[in-house]
C-alpha cells in the first residue's frame, strides 16, 4: 500500500520563512472575534446565496444580474440562516474541538460523523461516511483505492474552521487543512483545502488578495497541480484583467472540458477550485461582488462561494458582509436574526450565531496558546502574541484500514501506518505473526506459509508516549476462483444504454462490460466495477454471482467485494452463499461475515470497495458456489433514474481452497 507524502510536510519550514515574519505576531481579542464572525457570516452569505446557482452553469458562464428567490424562502421559513453542507461540518467540528480538545483524532472525527450524519451528503462525503459506518477510519476513508469520489469538491467546503481558528500560524493551517483533507480525499484533491486553509490563516494579518493567493502557493510543492493551477489563475488575470469571461473558458476547457475520464466532473476539486481562486481576484476584495461572480463563474457554485466570502469575512471583518445580504428582513436587527437553523444534521442543536463566532473564538485562543502563543492584557484588553511558526503534528493514532488479504503462498505486503503515523516508531509487543512473514516499520510482508487465525498487538510511539492495539490476521487458502469452468451469474453483460440514461456519478471508465472481471485480480479503479444492470424495471430481483468447477472441489470461505456504488444502488438488501450438493440442488452454506452487512439499505452508510468474508462453519466439497440475495431497490429523485432495474455492482469473488 503506498500513501502520497503530505504536501505540507515537504515544504513546512521553506513556507513558515517565506510566508511569516521572524517573530511573534498580535491581535486584540476584538480584532480576532470580528474577523471570526467574518468568517461565519460569510461563508454562510456566500453559501445560501450560491445555492440558488448550484450546477447550473456549466457548459457556458451564468450572468448577472441574479435573483436569490430560493435563498429568501428558505431564510424566511426558519426566520434565521439554515445549515447546509458548507457550513454544517464545521459546526459539527466545533462540537468536535469542544468534545474533545481542539486536536480531535481521526477516530473521534468518525465517532462524530457517524452519529450526527445520517444523509444529504454526497459523492466523496457520502463515500466516506458509508466506509467508516463499514469500520475504517481516515485517512483510509479517502483513500483512493476506497472511495472513488477521492478527487472530488468536498473537503474545501467543510474544513475552513481548522485555519480560521489558527489566526496567523499558515503552516500550521496548512497542515491541519489537509490532515482533514485526507478524511474524504486523497491525492491532489486535497491542494485546494491546503491553500484555502493558508488564505485564511494569513488573512488575519494580510488584506491584499493576489498576495495571499501569491503566498498560498507555497504549502504545495512545487509540480503540485493545483499550484501549476493558481500560476495559470494569476497569468489569465494579468492577461485579462477585465475579463473574467475569458479566464474561465480557459479553466474550464482545460480542466472540465479536456479532464481525463476518471476524474471528469462538475464537481473536481481542482475545477471548482480555480474558480473559487479567479472569484477571489475578480472580485478585488467586495465580498458582494465576488459572490455574484463566484456564482456566475459556475459548477458547483455555492461551494466555491462560501468558502471564498468567508475568506473576504477574514480579511475585511464582519462590517464587510453585505447587511442586505445578511439582514433581507426588516424585522431582523442583526445579521441573519442571530439564528442558525439545524435542518440537516441529526442532534446537532440550533444555536445563536453570536454564540457560534464566540465559542470559535475561545477555541482560536486555545490553539494560539498551545502552539507557542500567549494571552496577555494591554490597556484594559486582551490580547494574543501567535506564533508565525507554528507546525501542525497529527495526534498520534493507529489509522484503521481494511483487513490485510493474506493468502498462502501468495506476497503479502501490507502497510498498517498512514502518511500521519508513518514517521513513527513500529514494534510487534504482542502475539505470533503467521509462519513466513515479517514486521518492519508498520508493514507486514513476506509469504505465508500455512492457513490461520492470528492476534498480534502493535505498538505506535512518538518517543514521548505509546500506544497499542490489538489485529486479528485471518491467513487464508489458496483461492481457486481463477481456475472455473464457468462464472455463473444472472446478468453476464451491463446495459450501458440504461446506464447512461441513469444519474450516475462515477466515472464511466470504472465500469466493466462484462462478468469476467469478477475473477481478474482487480479490485478497484477504472473497469473493476461490474453492473448487473438489465433493463429499465424496478422491482424485486435477486442476483447471484459464482462459479462453476470442471471437478470437485473442497472449500471454507468466500470473499464478495463489492465495487462503486451509486446513489440508486449496487448493493444487496440480503446475502447468502450456496453451493451445489450431490443432486445438483442449491443449498445454504452455514457461514459467518465479516465485518458485519450494513444495517439497513439507506445508501448513507454503503460502502464503496468492500469486502465481505464468507467463513463457513465447515468446509464444504462442491462443483459450483455462489453468492445469491435480493437487490436493493431504491428510488431515486432523477426523473430517469427512477425507473432503472436492481443490480448488484461486483468487481471480485474469491473462494478459497479449505485450510
Given at each position: 500500500?503506498?500513501?502520497?507524502?503530505?504536501?505540507?510536510?515537504?515544504?513546512?519550514?521553506?513556507?513558515?520563512?517565506?510566508?511569516?515574519?521572524?517573530?511573534?505576531?498580535?491581535?486584540?481579542?476584538?480584532?480576532?472575534?470580528?474577523?471570526?464572525?467574518?468568517?461565519?457570516?460569510?461563508?454562510?452569505?456566500?453559501?445560501?446565496?450560491?445555492?440558488?446557482?448550484?450546477?447550473?452553469?456549466?457548459?457556458?458562464?451564468?450572468?448577472?444580474?441574479?435573483?436569490?428567490?430560493?435563498?429568501?424562502?428558505?431564510?424566511?421559513?426558519?426566520?434565521?440562516?439554515?445549515?447546509?453542507?458548507?457550513?454544517?461540518?464545521?459546526?459539527?467540528?466545533?462540537?468536535?474541538?469542544?468534545?474533545?480538545?481542539?486536536?480531535?483524532?481521526?477516530?473521534?472525527?468518525?465517532?462524530?460523523?457517524?452519529?450526527?450524519?445520517?444523509?444529504?451528503?454526497?459523492?466523496?462525503?457520502?463515500?466516506?461516511?458509508?466506509?467508516?459506518?463499514?469500520?475504517?477510519?481516515?485517512?483510509?476513508?479517502?483513500?483512493?483505492?476506497?472511495?472513488?469520489?477521492?478527487?472530488?469538491?468536498?473537503?474545501?467546503?467543510?474544513?475552513?474552521?481548522?485555519?480560521?481558528?489558527?489566526?496567523?500560524?499558515?503552516?500550521?493551517?496548512?497542515?491541519?487543512?489537509?490532515?482533514a483533507a485526507r478524511i474524504t480525499s486523497d491525492s491532489w484533491a486535497t491542494s485546494p483545502t491546503v491553500v484555502y486553509g493558508a488564505m485564511y490563516s494569513e488573512a488575519f494579518f494580510e488584506k491584499d488578495i493576489k498576495t495571499l493567493v501569491e503566498h498560498s502557493k507555497k504549502y504545495l510543492p512545487k509540480g503540485d497541480r493545483f499550484r501549476t493551477i493558481i500560476d495559470e489563475c494569476l497569468s489569465l488575470y494579468k492577461r485579462y484583467p477585465d475579463d473574467w469571461h475569458a479566464a474561465r473558458q480557459y479553466i474550464a476547457d482545460k480542466y472540465y472540458v479536456n479532464e481525463a475520464?476518471?476524474?471528469?466532473?462538475?464537481?473536481?476539486?481542482?475545477?471548482?477550485?480555480?474558480?473559487?481562486?479567479?472569484?477571489?481576484?475578480?472580485?478585488?476584495?467586495?465580498?458582494?461582488?465576488?459572490?455574484?461572480?463566484?456564482?456566475?463563474?459556475?459548477?458547483?457554485?455555492?461551494?466555491?462561494?462560501?468558502?471564498?466570502?468567508?475568506?473576504?469575512?477574514?480579511?475585511?471583518?464582519?462590517?464587510?458582509?453585505?447587511?442586505?445580504?445578511?439582514?433581507?428582513?426588516?424585522?431582523?436587527?442583526?445579521?441573519?436574526?442571530?439564528?442558525?437553523?439545524?435542518?440537516?444534521?441529526?442532534?446537532?442543536?440550533?444555536?445563536?450565531?453570536?454564540?457560534?463566532?464566540?465559542?470559535?473564538?475561545?477555541?482560536?485562543?486555545?490553539?494560539?496558546?498551545?502552539?507557542?502563543?500567549?494571552?496577555?492584557?494591554?490597556?484594559?484588553?486582551?490580547?494574543?502574541?501567535?506564533?508565525?511558526?507554528?507546525?501542525?503534528?497529527?495526534?498520534?493514532?493507529?489509522?484503521?484500514?481494511?483487513?490485510?488479504?493474506?493468502?498462502?503462498?501468495?506476497?503479502?505486503?501490507?502497510?498498517?501506518?498512514?502518511?500521519?503515523?508513518?514517521?513513527?516508531?513500529?514494534?510487534?509487543?504482542?502475539?505470533?505473526?503467521?509462519?513466513?512473514?515479517?514486521?518492519?516499520?508498520?508493514?507486514?510482508?513476506?509469504?505465508?506459509?500455512?492457513?490461520?487465525?492470528?492476534?498480534?498487538?502493535?505498538?505506535?510511539?512518538?518517543?514521548?508516549?505509546?500506544?497499542?492495539?490489538?489485529?486479528?490476521?485471518?491467513?487464508?487458502?489458496?483461492?481457486?476462483?481463477?481456475?472455473?469452468?464457468?462464472?455463473?451469474?444472472?446478468?453476464?453483460?451491463?446495459?450501458?444504454?440504461?446506464?447512461?440514461?441513469?444519474?450516475?456519478?462515477?466515472?464511466?471508465?470504472?465500469?466493466?462490460?462484462?462478468?469476467?472481471?469478477?475473477?481478474?485480480?482487480?479490485?478497484?479503479?477504472?473497469?473493476?466495477?461490474?453492473?448487473?444492470?438489465?433493463?429499465?424495471?424496478?422491482?424485486?430481483?435477486?442476483?447471484?454471482?459464482?462459479?462453476?468447477?470442471?471437478?470437485?472441489?473442497?472449500?471454507?470461505?468466500?470473499?464478495?467485494?463489492?465495487?462503486?456504488?451509486?446513489?440508486?444502488?449496487?448493493?444487496?438488501?440480503?446475502?447468502?452463499?450456496?453451493?451445489?450438493?450431490?443432486?445438483?440442488?442449491?443449498?445454504?452454506?452455514?457461514?459467518?461475515?465479516?465485518?458485519?452487512?450494513?444495517?439497513?439499505?439507506?445508501?448513507?452508510?454503503?460502502?464503496?470497495?468492500?469486502?465481505?468474508?464468507?467463513?463457513?462453519?465447515?468446509?464444504?466439497?462442491?462443483?459450483?458456489?455462489?453468492?445469491?440475495?435480493?437487490?436493493?431497490?431504491?428510488?431515486?429523485?432523477?426523473?430517469?433514474?427512477?425507473?432503472?432495474?436492481?443490480?448488484?455492482?461486483?468487481?471480485?469473488?474469491?473462494?478459497?481452497?479449505?485450510?
Amino acid at each position: 500500500m503506498k500513501f502520497r507524502i503530505p504536501v505540507t510536510a515537504i515544504i513546512a519550514s521553506l513556507a513558515l520563512l517565506a510566508s511569516c515574519s521572524e517573530g511573534a505576531m498580535e491581535i486584540s481579542r476584538e480584532e480576532l472575534k470580528d474577523k471570526i464572525a467574518g468568517a461565519w457570516l460569510g461563508q454562510m452569505v456566500g453559501n445560501i446565496y450560491g445555492l440558488e446557482y448550484e450546477n447550473k452553469f456549466i457548459e457556458a458562464a451564468g450572468e448577472p444580474p441574479f435573483v436569490f428567490n430560493k435563498a429568501m424562502r428558505k431564510m424566511s421559513a426558519v426566520d434565521g440562516a439554515f445549515s447546509d453542507d458548507d457550513t454544517d461540518v464545521e459546526y459539527l467540528y466545533l462540537l468536535m474541538m469542544e468534545k474533545y480538545g481542539v486536536d480531535p483524532t481521526y477516530a473521534q472525527i468518525r465517532e462524530g460523523w457517524m452519529y450526527h450524519i445520517r444523509d444529504r451528503v454526497w459523492l466523496a462525503n457520502r463515500a466516506t461516511l458509508g466506509l467508516m459506518h463499514y469500520g475504517l477510519t481516515p485517512p483510509f476513508t479517502g483513500d483512493m483505492r476506497y472511495n472513488p469520489h477521492w478527487f472530488q469538491i468536498d473537503p474545501q467546503l467543510i474544513n475552513e474552521i481548522w485555519s480560521y481558528t489558527a489566526p496567523g500560524m499558515p503552516a500550521y493551517a496548512a497542515g491541519i487543512s489537509e490532515w482533514a483533507a485526507r478524511i474524504t480525499s486523497d491525492s491532489w484533491a486535497t491542494s485546494p483545502t491546503v491553500v484555502y486553509g493558508a488564505m485564511y490563516s494569513e488573512a488575519f494579518f494580510e488584506k491584499d488578495i493576489k498576495t495571499l493567493v501569491e503566498h498560498s502557493k507555497k504549502y504545495l510543492p512545487k509540480g503540485d497541480r493545483f499550484r501549476t493551477i493558481i500560476d495559470e489563475c494569476l497569468s489569465l488575470y494579468k492577461r485579462y484583467p477585465d475579463d473574467w469571461h475569458a479566464a474561465r473558458q480557459y479553466i474550464a476547457d482545460k480542466y472540465y472540458v479536456n479532464e481525463a475520464d476518471a476524474t471528469k466532473t462538475i464537481w473536481n476539486a481542482d475545477l471548482n477550485g480555480a474558480m473559487g481562486i479567479l472569484a477571489l481576484l475578480y472580485g478585488n476584495g467586495d465580498i458582494d461582488k465576488t459572490l455574484l461572480i463566484g456564482c456566475a463563474l459556475g459548477f458547483d457554485a455555492d461551494n466555491q462561494t462560501a468558502t471564498i466570502c468567508g475568506l473576504l469575512g477574514v480579511v475585511n471583518g464582519a462590517s464587510a458582509v453585505p447587511t442586505d445580504r445578511s439582514m433581507p428582513f426588516e424585522h431582523w436587527t442583526k445579521p441573519f436574526n442571530d439564528r442558525y437553523i439545524n435542518v440537516t444534521r441529526y442532534d446537532m442543536p440550533d444555536a445563536s450565531i453570536e454564540d457560534i463566532i464566540e465559542r470559535t473564538v475561545v477555541l482560536a485562543e486555545k490553539i494560539i496558546v498551545k502552539n507557542g502563543g500567549e494571552s496577555f492584557e494591554r490597556d484594559g484588553q486582551t490580547w494574543y502574541r501567535i506564533n508565525p511558526k507554528a507546525a501542525f503534528h497529527a495526534p498520534l493514532e493507529f489509522c484503521v484500514g481494511p483487513n490485510p488479504r493474506i493468502v498462502v503462498g501468495e506476497e503479502t505486503d501490507y502497510d498498517f501506518a498512514c502518511v500521519t503515523n508513518r514517521c513513527y516508531q513500529w514494534s510487534l509487543v504482542g502475539g505470533t505473526l503467521p509462519e513466513g512473514l515479517s514486521f518492519k516499520d508498520g508493514r507486514l510482508y513476506g509469504k505465508a506459509l500455512k492457513t490461520g487465525d492470528y492476534k498480534i498487538t502493535l505498538r505506535l510511539s512518538d518517543g514521548v508516549k505509546s500506544i497499542d492495539k490489538e489485529f486479528d490476521l485471518v491467513v487464508r487458502g489458496r483461492n481457486i476462483a481463477p481456475e472455473n469452468a464457468e462464472i455463473l451469474s444472472l446478468v453476464k453483460e451491463t446495459n450501458f444504454e440504461v446506464l447512461d440514461s441513469c444519474w450516475t456519478t462515477v466515472a464511466h471508465s470504472f465500469y466493466a462490460p462484462n462478468v469476467d472481471v469478477i475473477c481478474d485480480g482487480v479490485y478497484d479503479g477504472p473497469g473493476a466495477s461490474f453492473y448487473s444492470l438489465a433493463d429499465k424495471y424496478i422491482g424485486p430481483k435477486e442476483d447471484y454471482f459464482g462459479y462453476r468447477w470442471a471437478e470437485p472441489v473442497t472449500v471454507d470461505m468466500l470473499s464478495f467485494h463489492f465495487g462503486c456504488l451509486e446513489e440508486f444502488g449496487g448493493w444487496y438488501s440480503t446475502m447468502r452463499v450456496e453451493a451445489l450438493d450431490a443432486d445438483g440442488n442449491w443449498v445454504e452454506v452455514p457461514a459467518t461475515i465479516s465485518p458485519a452487512r450494513p444495517e439497513s439499505d439507506a445508501v448513507f452508510i454503503q460502502p464503496h470497495s468492500s469486502e465481505f468474508l464468507f467463513r463457513f462453519a465447515e468446509p464444504v466439497t462442491t462443483t459450483a458456489i455462489r453468492v445469491i440475495g435480493d437487490d436493493a431497490v431504491l428510488v431515486h429523485w432523477n426523473k430517469y433514474t427512477k425507473n432503472v432495474s436492481s443490480f448488484i455492482s461486483v468487481s471480485e469473488i474469491e473462494v478459497y481452497s479449505a485450510r
